[in-house]
Nanobody, 115 residues
């Protein structure tokens, strides 16, 4: 079972940027579909971005043009570059690794966008 550790969250002003990282244990990282989800306060968890094992990418409409997902298989790491942040982006951000029959989550990292 893969273990995921997120980092890079914090407090940022509107219009600012953050880069989240999620590092996975194990040797099969390149086979996983990696995603970032977020859960705003009082709301359900929602999908933010996905990158497949062959590099296909999808974004939620709310983050298109502002967020960029990428992966470095040599470092077992997936990234989420977040630019032009808005207060509505405030949430706990979670990393997910999906295999053929598995789905693993990280512990989450808090992102707060506030002046």
């Amino acid at each position: 079972q893969v273990q995921l550790v997120e980092s890079g969250g914090g407090l940022v002003q509107p219009g600012g940027s953050l880069r989240l990282s999620c590092t996975a244990s194990g040797s099969t990282f390149s086979l996983y579909v990696m995603s970032w989800y977020r859960q705003p306060p009082g709301k359900q968890r929602e999908l933010v971005a996905t990158i497949t094992n062959i590099g296909l990418i999808n974004y939620a409409d709310s983050v298109k043009g502002r967020f960029t997902i990428s992966r470095d298989n040599a470092k077992n790491t997936v990234y989420l570059q977040m630019n032009s942040l808005k207060p509505g982006d405030t949430a706990v951000y979670y990393c997910n690794a999906r295999g053929l029959a598995t789905s693993n989550w990280g512990q989450g990292t808090q992102v707060t966008v506030s002046s």
